[in-house]
């Protein structure tokens, strides 16, 4: 697979050049970039899929709810409605997706909203609902925004600077747009990160003289749903995991360490189950032997599948800091204000 992407070198430099016209057109004006005079601040990436944005903006919200009048816009991935839509509790994961949906499940003081034409979201939600400030959610490339503060995320083992651009390697543009950003996060690091491994980090990112920051990833300490059971008590259970999401790896590691024994179904990203599939799943389910068992699943999944699978269960996950938590904060607030 790997020599198959080299082969397809050719085609990265076409499209290097394509995403490096449209940039440059959106950096000297001649494409339309609006700005508001609310802060909306961007998270995003310049790789495809897998680098945490979902729990970012999730820390943000926690962060900032509590003070200013928050709202999220995603574009609503996979959703099968068009247009405009503020999150209300008669949608479903496929009227607006999985991300938004989990946010406005989550979080009943904020305003959540999908648009693809995130300028027309962004004008409809303040004309609508005044917050004080948007979040943004995987919107790094969608330039016909202007926002007022970048937060570029790149994960730990599979760095933008030691990537490609499509389809040799996995980036949506260029390095070169690093320089956006106001800050970058390296995220999904171990846990005990040790200084040879942030000075090799910070030394191939320095070059963008951008603030770097360094989270983990951090899980909760009970299951939620259909069973709550405690993550050290797991071990005792015989677990069937499904996932439908870019990068399961973690969570298989996490599960592994703490001695789960578990049996992995696996799906692509964003998936939308059908009946069939649900089936299988219960059938899956109804093989397992033990008296203590249980169909664990990620949060994300968790609203695509709720109202199908009765006995399902969820592992949610935040964002933890590991060094510098207060700075980042600050900057973030200060920006605001």
Known sequence: MKFLRYLLYPFAIIYDLVTTIRNFFFNVGVFKQTSFNSPVIVVGNL??????????????????????????????????????????????????????????????????????????????????????????????????VKGSFYILLTKFDDLFTDDFLLP?????????????????????????????????????????????????????????????VAIDELKNYEVLLITGIANPIPLLSFLKEKGVNFKHLKYSDHHHFTENEIEDIKGEFSKLKSSKKLILTTEKDYVRLENSIEELSFLGIQTSFIEKQEEFNSIIINHIK
């Open 47 to 144: 790789s495809v899929g897998g680098t945490g944005k979902t729990p970012q903006i999730e820390y943000l919200i926690r962060l900032l709810k509590d003070t200013f009048k928050t709202a999220v816009l995603s574009r609503g991935y996979k959703r099968k409605t068009e247009g405009y839509v503020l999150l209300n509790e008669t949608h479903s994961a496929e009227d607006v997706g999985d991300e938004p949906l989990q946010y406005f499940k989550k979080f009943n003081t904020i305003n959540v909203a999908v648009n693809a034409n995130r300028v027309e979201g962004i004008t409809n939600l303040l004309a609508g609902k005044s917050p004080e400030v948007i979040l943004l959610d995987d919107a790094f490339q969608h330039r016909k």
């Open 168 to 228: 040799t390697g996995n980036l949506r543009e260029s390095r070169r747009g690093a320089k956006r950003a106001d800050v970058i996060l390296v995220t999904k690091c171990p846990e005990f990160l040790t200084k040879g491994q942030k000075n090799k980090i910070e030394s191939k990112l320095k070059k963008y003289h951008k603030s770097v920051f360094f989270t983990s990833i951090s899980y909760d300490e009970n299951t939620s749903g259909a069973k709550i």
